[in-house]
């Protein structure tokens, strides 16, 4: 009887290790211990190193790129580089786009609107590169599939994608009635602390008010002793906040919603502007979101279409790249849990 607890105990130990190794590194390792001994620095300056090799390394995969194209890929990688974000308007023709918004309202038609936590409903699905679905492909080829995009989330990690993203499709309506509850994703933050890519295509006009991407310029920057020292605070209060929950204490005084908020004397000597990434329909937004970022606030009443682009599962390890490989291999079925 034991023997069975022991060895089903060991299984599940084993299975959600493997598991964790398929997935990017975590952002906040949660120890106290740890974070207090600084590990968040030793772990910056890993990346930071490991980045400056890489791209030592690094060859950019040929992708062809008519002159408009390479045009905005120079002009994507000196903002990128300078400001951690870009956008670009008017990404496809007129044409492209009009084909596209029927795509998404065609992938979107099936799904429910499910409660939203910052008040409203949202509907949405994520989209493989193999979807069964005409519209869905089509729309993730258009998108995932951009030669611009792939160029440029190469460049913000300086190394080569070897497996094709997933797209989210997500349609937010701030009901007239809600009350627009503060929500982690509303909140400024980073999602890792290391450089990855993440991109926005806009399916409408969206400003400061619907829920436009935000992001603090230059933040993508963490040489400097103000995010250093942020980098610290954070860690030891997300890691404090796990201590607080195990022992029913009340959150922190800079704890909104679950997430440790950043210090607002921090942010201030950042002196980062931050920028609402206001865009009409069919403008994309590119953001290397190691920068503090977040969405933008949705008054009452409005609406916000995007589809999501996420590039963080680039960065994990061989051996998670390995196990998820081999996952993929032998059961394509799982790949919802391994990308
Ligand atoms: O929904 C948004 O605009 C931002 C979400 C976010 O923080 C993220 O995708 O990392
Ligand atoms: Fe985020």
Not at 33 to 54: D, G, P, W
């Amino acid at each position: 009887m034991i023997i069975d607890r022991l060895r089903k105990y060991a299984v599940q130990k084993i299975v959600s290790v493997l598991f964790a190794l398929t997935r990017p590194i975590s952002y906040h390792k949660t120890s106290l211990i740890l974070s207090c001994m600084l590990l968040k620095l030793c772990q910056l300056l890993f990346r930071q190193v490991q980045h400056f090799f890489r791209g030592m390394v690094f060859r950019p995969t040929e992708r062809i790129l008519d002159d408009v194209q390479s045009a905005r890929f120079e002009k994507l990688k000196m903002e990128i580089d300078t400001f951690g974000v870009s956008i670009v308007s008017n990404y496809f023709s007129d044409d492209r786009f009009a084909e596209l918004v029927s795509d998404f309202d065609a992938v979107l038609a099936p799904c429910p609107p499910r409660p939203f936590r910052g008040g409203g409903t949202v509907r949405t699905t994520t989209v493989y590169e193999d979807d069964p679905d005409s519209s869905a492909r089509h729309l993730y080829n258009a998108l995932a599939r951009d030669p611009v995009l792939l160029s440029l989330v190469e460049h913000i990690h300086r190394r080569k994608i070897s497996t094709l993203p997933r797209i989210s499709l997500q349609e937010l309506v701030m009901a007239a009635d809600k009350p627009n509850i503060p929500e982690p994703n509303a909140v400024l933050h980073s999602d890792r602390h290391y450089h990855h890519a993440k991109a926005f295509f806009y399916l409408n006009d969206l400003n400061g008010s619907s829920g436009a991407y935000l992001y603090a310029k230059g933040s993508n920057k963490i040489g400097n002793i103000w995010r250093l020292i942020h980098e610290v605070d954070i860690d030891v209060r997300e890691s404090l906040a796990v201590w607080r929950r195990r022992l029913g204490l009340i959150p922190g005084h800079l704890s909104i919603t679950g997430i440790e908020q950043i210090r607002p004397s921090l942010l201030r000597h950042l002196q980062h502007p931050i920028q609402s990434m206001d865009g009409d329909r069919n403008s994309f937004v590119f953001s290397d979101n190691i920068g503090f970022h977040a969405r933008g606030n949705m008054v009452a009443g409005t609406i916000r279409r995007q589809v999501h682009i996420h590039f963080t599962y680039i960065e994990v390890s061989i051996f998670g790249e390995l196990i998820r490989r081999t996952v993929l291999a032998l059961k394509p079925a799982l790949r919802r849990v391994v990308i």
